[in-house]
């Protein structure tokens, strides 16, 4: 943990030089673990997330990030009590329908992924609306995981694969990378290049598994609600220092 809250630091421009990466993924962690040192319920955690995501999304758009994707629900996190499942579920409804304005006012295209039928009538409705009223939006694209899982998303990939094949729909020998990639949530979107994790968790937790194969990893040790600009800046910074070479030889 760094100590600052996010809001007392400055808005700074992410990073100096041409390496910003195209598509950053967030794996927002802490929430629960931020209420609890103050001695909150995990619902207040989970709405000081929400506000992290919103800083958060407004300095992507600042620095240049083209894509951005956050993990907001994940398949497991259906195995949380009703109470907290409940809780996520109507803080994402509030978000999406009073957020909308905002994010067309920046430029931002928001998108689902994941398995959203699951969530009822009211949010799928919440979420349609605000996919399309956010269409138009060129400045950034933000993705929000929800239901999601990468080992379901590939499951669903091959099931429809196989489907097609065998209806005679398409040819088992035309299955490229670029095919497979075709029928993935994330069809027509570009790889992640980098990967955030916060809270000091280490791992991937099923998300973006096959797009994630060339991704950087930044794992930041501050607790998702204390994120902003300066956190995205510092692992935006450590992205440009790396040297990426998908497997080829150091020059
Ligand atoms: C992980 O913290 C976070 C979540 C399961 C939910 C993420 C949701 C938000 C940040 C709010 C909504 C987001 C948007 C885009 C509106 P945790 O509960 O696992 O924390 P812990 O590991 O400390 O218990």
């Known amino acids: ?21 195209r598509h950053v993924g967030i794996i927002m962690d802490g929430n629960g673990r931020w209420a609890a040192a103050r001695g909150l319920p995990r619902a207040l955690g989970h709405k000081a997330g ?21 993990f907001a629900f994940s398949s497991e996190n259906w195995r949380r009590p009703a109470d907290e499942v409940q809780d996520l579920t109507l803080l994402l409804r509030h978000y999406l329908s009073h957020e909308v304005s905002r994010l067309v006012k920046e430029g931002v295209r928001l998108r689902v992924i994941g398995e959203r039928e699951r969530f009822g009538p009211d949010l799928l409705r919440a979420i349609l ?25 590939i499951v669903t990939a091959a099931r429809e ?9 398409l040819d088992p020998e035309s299955v490229d990378e670029e095919c497979f990639g075709s029928f993935l949530g994330t ?12 809270s000091g968790e280490q791992r991937l937790s099923n ?18 609600p204390d ?4 956190h ?3 692992a935006c910074g450590e992205y440009a220092r790396r040297d990426r070479r998908y497997g080829a030889r150091a020059a």
């Open 1 to 21: 943990m760094d100590g600052m809250s996010a809001a007392a630091k400055p808005a700074t421009a992410v990073v100096a030089g041409s390496k910003v990466p």
């Open 50 to 70: 929400a506000e992290a995501a919103r800083r958060t999304i407004e300095a992507a758009g600042e620095a240049g990030i083209g894509w951005l994707t956050l």
């Open 129 to 153: 609306r605000a996919e399309e009223a956010t269409e138009g939006g060129t400045r950034l694209n933000l993705n929000v995981a929800l239901s999601y899982g990468g080992r379901a998303e």
């Open 161 to 169: 694969i196989a489907r097609r094949a065998a209806a005679g729909r």
């Open 187 to 198: 069809a027509g979107m570009p790889d992640p290049d980098l990967i955030i994790r916060t």
């Open 207 to 224: 998300f973006l598994l096959w797009q994630s194969a060339y991704a950087e990893f930044v794992f930041q040790d501050v607790l998702w």
């Open 227 to 230: 994120y902003g600009a300066s």
């Open 232 to 234: 995205l800046a510092a």
